[in-house]
C-alpha cells in the first residue's frame, strides 16, 4: 500500500492550504485514514482523522474549527482543508491508513498500518 500526500508549501499567517493524500497499490480495506503532523523538535501529533464506513471524523483540540477532513471514496483519496493557518502550523504532515483494525482508535499513531512520507506545511508571520 501507497500513500501519496501533497498539497504542502509555504504560506502566510491567516491562509489557507489543501492537503490530499490517495491511497493505492494492492488490494486492502480501508477501514480509517488519518492526519498526523510533526513539528521541529516536537513528537507526532494527530490532527485529524475519519472512519471509512461511516465518514466520520475526529479532530484534535488545537484544530477549532480551522480545518476539515473529508474523503473521496472512488479515490480512495482524503483532504485535509487548512484554514486561518497560524506559524504554530508550521509541520511536516503525513497521512496514514488503517487496513488491518475494523474499529481503530484514529488519534493512536499505532492504529495505523501504512503511512505517507510526509508533506511539509509553512507558516510565516
Known amino acids: 500500500v501507497q500513500l501519496q500526500a501533497s498539497g504542502g508549501g509555504e504560506v502566510q499567517a491567516g491562509g489557507s492550504l489543501r492537503l490530499s493524500c490517495a491511497a493505492s497499490?494492492?488490494?486492502?480495506?480501508?477501514?480509517?485514514m488519518g492526519w498526523f503532523r510533526q513539528a521541529p523538535g516536537k513528537e507526532r501529533e494527530f490532527v485529524a482523522g475519519?472512519?471509512?464506513?461511516?465518514?466520520?471524523?475526529i479532530y484534535a483540540d488545537f484544530v477549532k474549527g480551522r480545518l476539515t477532513m473529508s474523503r473521496d471514496n472512488a479515490k480512495n483519496t482524503v483532504y485535509l482543508q487548512m484554514s486561518s493557518l497560524k506559524p504554530e502550523d508550521t509541520a511536516v504532515y503525513y497521512c496514514a491508513v488503517a487496513t488491518t483494525r475494523w474499529f481503530p482508535v484514529l488519534a493512536a499513531p499505532t492504529s495505523y498500518d501504512y503511512w505517507g512520507q510526509g508533506t511539509l506545511v509553512t507558516v510565516s508571520s
Open positions: 497499490g494492492g488490494t486492502f480495506s480501508t477501514n480509517a
Open positions: 475519519i472512519r471509512w464506513s461511516s465518514g466520520s471524523t
